[in-house]
């Protein structure tokens, strides 16, 4: 199996020299050179299998020989071990038709534990065999920088920087990240918002002389592995719902285009997805683009969703390269519109494409709390906002086809929304009781590549 970039103009490389990698060195995100397939008989026999099982099947063609059989199923094994349901992705019946996928049962109580916990255990895997160290630097707003911390943290080949926007995180989040103490994971509280989190990000990764020096890595889901283990819970929840004898839906909370990027990926797999809704917040750059045909930037404006507060959604560059044919050079050539001026025009037949699979809506803060304070009497569910703006979302396309919304945090993560909204406060699991106790470890940094690039490299170990 082979990567190549969706920018087209850089090395091939293998799943491991991917996940690895992270950035591609001509800019761009990797993609498999071919999509794998699995047929109607490999999918109907996915039903009745453990979470496990079906994560093995639906990602071990992407793996290639990285991994042998026995060693990618005991990594599977234990990536998932920690998880606080049985059923790893448990999914709820809330409307007629209506599904919610709960995605929020891992360490860190968000989505994003799906991939990283397993991301964790094939770095260690492959890093150990390789004798190798790399610095893993990462953009978050919010989720991806705890998932990432308690998936790497006090592992000896690895040292860790997470990038969040200052005072743009909850409470939550933000103590998820700085009470880490292990020596190796290190929580830098950024002027700025998300944007300018990942936009520093892809800059490091762009300079060559540092990425090489320090081994640059990313966790954010520029990192194909990211979206592979993101894919598999599309499969596990279909499937419970009769695929593929017949048709499900999704609507996915959307920021940076991988959730339901993954989701993507399983329709092409073979998996009958009828749409796949994307989801936006007031920061609706993607439902405008959907819409018009144009995207175009516009200032973030903090929300009540803030893990969504997102303009520059990166993954989009992958769906765009699939829309274009697999175009690199038009790809390239967006992504410099959009970087030298905020926006580029989509065109007639690439977004004709798009939205033969993705629809889109938005929720605004009000739509957002009004269905928290909704979904808790009526839908037996106190959803976080994310997931609200979902549900809100979803109400629009309600109707024959099975509709699976997906709940990508847990709301005790966001609880002063929460009780704002719906008059309950939620709590955190015993396990992290004591959350508001513990010391915090963060240091301030500007805006600034060079230096930020001083801070990490003066912070990895010898
Ligand atoms: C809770 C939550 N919901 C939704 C999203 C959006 O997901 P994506 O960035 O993959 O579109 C994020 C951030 O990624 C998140 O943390
Ligand atoms: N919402 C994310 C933003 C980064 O997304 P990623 O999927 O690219 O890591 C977060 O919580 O950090």
Redesign the pocket.
């Known amino acids: 199996m082979q990567y190549v970039s969706t920018r087209g103009r850089a090395p091939v490389l293998s799943f491991e020299e991917a996940m690895l990698t992270g950035l591609a060195r001509d800019g761009g995100l990797y993609v498999p050179a071919e999509i794998p397939q699995m047929s109607h008989g490999d999918i109907a026999a996915l039903a009745g299998l453990s979470y496990e099982e079906i994560a093995f099947r639906v990602m071990r063609p992407f793996v290639g020989d990285t991994f042998s059989d026995d060693e990618f199923g005991g990594l599977i094994e234990a990536a998932y071990a920690g998880f606080g349901h049985a059923a790893r992705a448990p999914l709820k019946q809330v409307q007629s038709n209506h599904f919610l996928l709960e995605l929020f049962h891992g360490p860190t109580l968000?989505f994003?534990d799906f991939a990283m916990q397993l991301i964790g255990q094939m770095f260690q895997a492959a890093l150990t065999r390789r004798g190798d160290r790399v610095t893993i630097v990462?953009?978050?707003?919010?989720?991806?920088?705890s998932a990432a911390m308690e998936a790497f943290r006090g592992l000896d080949a690895v040292d860790v920087f997470i990038l969040f926007p200052h005072g743009r995180v909850s409470d939550v989040q933000r103590r998820q990240m700085t009470t880490v103490t292990e020596a190796n994971t290190h929580a830098l509280a950024l002027t700025g918002d998300?944007d300018d989190c990942?936009a520093r990000l892809k800059d490091m990764f762009n300079h060559f002389d540092f990425r090489d020096r320090v081994r640059l890595a990313g966790?954010?889901?520029?990192n194909w592995a990211?979206v592979l283990a993101q894919v598999v819970y599309f499969f596990s929840s279909a499937v419970s719902l009769g695929a593929p004898h017949r048709p499900v839906s999704f609507c996915v909370p959307t920021?940076?285009f991988?959730?339901i990027f993954a989701g993507y990926i399983a329709k092409r797999m073979g998996l009958p997805i009828d749409k796949l809704v994307i989801a936006t917040n007031q920061n609706d750059i993607l439902h405008r683009a959907m819409v018009s045909g144009g995207y175009v930037t516009e200032g973030v404006t903090p929300s009540i969703s803030p893990?969504?507060d997102?303009q520059v959604s990166?993954?989009f560059e992958r769906a765009l390269f699939e829309a274009y044919d697999r175009d690199g050079a038009a790809v390239a050539q967006l992504m410099d519109e959009l970087k030298d001026g905020g926006g580029f025009k989509i065109s007639q037949g690439a977004i004709g494409r798009l939205r033969e699979t993705f629809a889109s809506g938005r929720a605004s803060e009000n739509e957002t709390s009004a269905m928290i304070a909704r979904a808790l009497p009526e839908m037996g569910e106190l959803l976080c906002p994310h997931s609200a703006v979902g549900v809100h979302v979803a109400q629009d396309f309600l109707g024959a086809t099975p509709l699976v919304t997906l709940a990508t945090a847990h709301p005790a993560k966001f609880p002063d929304a929460v009780e704002a909204a719906s008059g309950i406060r939620p709590a955190l699991p015993a396990r992290m009781g004591d959350l508001f106790d513990r010391p915090e470890r963060v240091q301030r940094v500007e805006n600034d590549l060079a230096a930020l690039e001083k801070v990490i490299e003066g912070g990895i170990r010898p």
């Open positions: 968000a994003k990462g953009a978050t707003s919010g989720d991806t920088g998300f990942q966790v954010n889901s520029i990211r920021g940076n991988g959730d893990s969504m997102i990166s993954n």
